[in-house]
């Protein structure tokens, strides 16, 4: 997997790298600032950027806006976005869309959860971390999700960070057919279509949450 890598931070950049390249990865790009970026992944066409959030030039979203523009002139090249805190004014168009993901920085440091999240984004899917997940439904009003059991509200928080059912599965120590009962449920109750796509279930789920938020 060729990989393009932007933080402006030297350290956890060079770490970033290697980490990556223990991995398996052929990093093609280190660079530390947003119009890097978006110059090394319009030329070199990776197969995964992974950018910091915060970045020069202006050292506010610079990162994020940099992906949203590669997104828009490549919008086959995934993105992962990484953060020290949760930013999501520049990502939220982001969120959801087919090989794209974002995470806390502490992510990194569990080796084989997000080792696992950049193979999710590079082949198409989503990768959001748990606590931008709590987030994002935390600012929705409460009545989008007050028809929700616990078990719904729990296990729509890990589709929403982009797993499978039979990870899900997994996870609560269910069958894949409880999984998928409880997701029928759920789409029912919140009027939306599951055509069985991970991203587009992530996308479905997000987009509404949103949506009402905005009312």
């Known amino acids: 997997m060729r990989v393009v890598v932007a933080e402006d931070s030297a350290l956890f950049r060079e770490g970033l790298v290697r980490l990556l390249t223990e991995a398996g990865c052929d990093v093609v790009a280190a660079v530390a600032d947003g119009d890097a970026l978006l110059a090394a992944a319009t030329t070199l066409n990776p197969d995964l950027v992974i950018a910091d959030i915060r970045m020069p ?62 193979s999710r984004v590079a082949a198409g899917g989503s990768a959001l971390d748990p606590e931008i997940v709590q987030a994002l439904v935390r600012s929705r009003s409460a009545s989008v999700l007050a028809g929700l059991t616990e078990r719904e509200q729990e296990i729509l928080g890990v589709v929403a960070e982009g797993h499978s059912n039979a990870a899900i599965a997994k996870r609560f120590g269910l069958s894949e057919r409880t999984v998928e009962a409880h997701m029928r449920s759920v789409f029912t109750k919140l009027g939306l279509r599951d055509d069985g796509s991970i991203h587009r279930r992530v996308t479905a789920v997000v987009a509404y949450l949103e949506s009402r938020a905005r009312r």
């Open 57 to 118: 030039p202006d050292m506010e979203s610079d990162g994020a806006r940099a992906a949203a523009a590669i997104r828009a002139r490549r919008p086959e090249i995934p993105v992962l976005l990484l953060s020290q805190h949760i930013e999501l004014r520049h990502c939220l168009d982001l969120i959801g869309t087919p090989g794209f993901g974002y995470l806390l920085k502490d992510r990194v440091l569990r080796l084989d959860e997000f080792v696992d999240a950049i």
